[in-house]
């Protein structure tokens, strides 16, 4: 489960980035006065569709190696419009099970891949339907059967932001049907934010294997009170942290 994104990728040029007040090799969250490059970018000579977002580019990632058709699974919200529907067809056409949350009042999350003819990129994400997935569509008969089926259960923290409830649902799930729960860290806000924080370390002991960088490892060991930056230090003192079940 997470935050299902769709890439539109195309190639600009200055006059493109001056538009939208874009800077090469930048990362930011889109504001009002970039909705319309989207649709813009949609009609760019070469412009590439790709199926995004943390979790679903691991999952289809997961998928690949896998070489099963329909071995992985995804949950995640999008709209009710060509984004999602060219996303769906997409991770679909790859062997990955999609079952998206459809929000019929929002649009679907995109990511807005500005790529100059020199190689940088700038990306504009837009979470937008993202951000708005509910328990109460993995509790559906149908998709809570594909939660049983599962051996392995991954998101990355960027969904704690959308449905912390979902991804403790789906952890309380793995402990006690002895299956391998999976969570990235993501980014350090996820541990900096309080509301955040706090779902993430109602998380923490239902998780297996935790991911993250140096930087994201460092945010941790500061949001716990621990007195280092050495990450092999950082990783006993995870492990450390009460779990829920039996270690497996």
């Not at 649709?39 to 995004?52: C, D, Q, R, T």
């Not at 051996?151 to 789906?170: D, V």
Request: hydrophobic share 40%.
């Amino acid at each position: 489960m997470g935050n299902p994104l769709l890439d539109v990728s195309a190639v600009i040029d200055q006059s493109f980035l001056d538009k939208y007040g874009l800077d090469k090799n930048n990362q930011i969250l889109a504001e009002d006065k970039h909705q319309p490059m989207y649709k813009e970018m949609a009609g760019l000579p070469g412009v590439e569709y790709i199926p995004g977002g943390a979790t679903q580019n691991s999952i289809r990632i997961a998928q690949w190696m896998l070489q099963v058709a329909g071995a992985t699974s995804y949950m995640g919200c999008v709209g009710k419009d060509d984004f999602g529907k060219k996303m769906s067809e997409i991770a679909t056409k790859d062997g990955v099970n999609v079952r998206y949350m459809i929000d019929g009042e929002t649009a679907t999350g995109t990511c807005g891949v500005c790529v100059s003819k020199d190689g940088s990129r700038s990306l504009v994400a837009n979470l937008a339907a993202a951000n708005n997935y509910k328990v109460d569509h993995l509790k559906e008969k149908d998709n809570f059967a594909l939660l049983e089926q599962a051996r392995i259960i991954y998101s990355a923290g960027f969904f704690l932001t959308a449905s912390a409830e979902s991804m403790l649902t789906a952890a309380k799930h793995a402990a006690a049907n002895n299956k391998i729960y999976c969570v990235n860290i993501s980014a350090p806000f996820l541990l900096q934010v309080p509301p955040f924080k706090k779902a993430f370390t109602e998380t923490m002991p239902y998780v297996d294997y935790l991911f993250g960088n140096e930087t994201e490892a460092e945010a941790f060991a500061e949001s716990e009170g621990w007195k280092t930056k050495n990450t092999t230090e950082i990783a006993a003192k995870a492990r450390a942290v009460p779990a829920a079940h039996a270690v497996k």
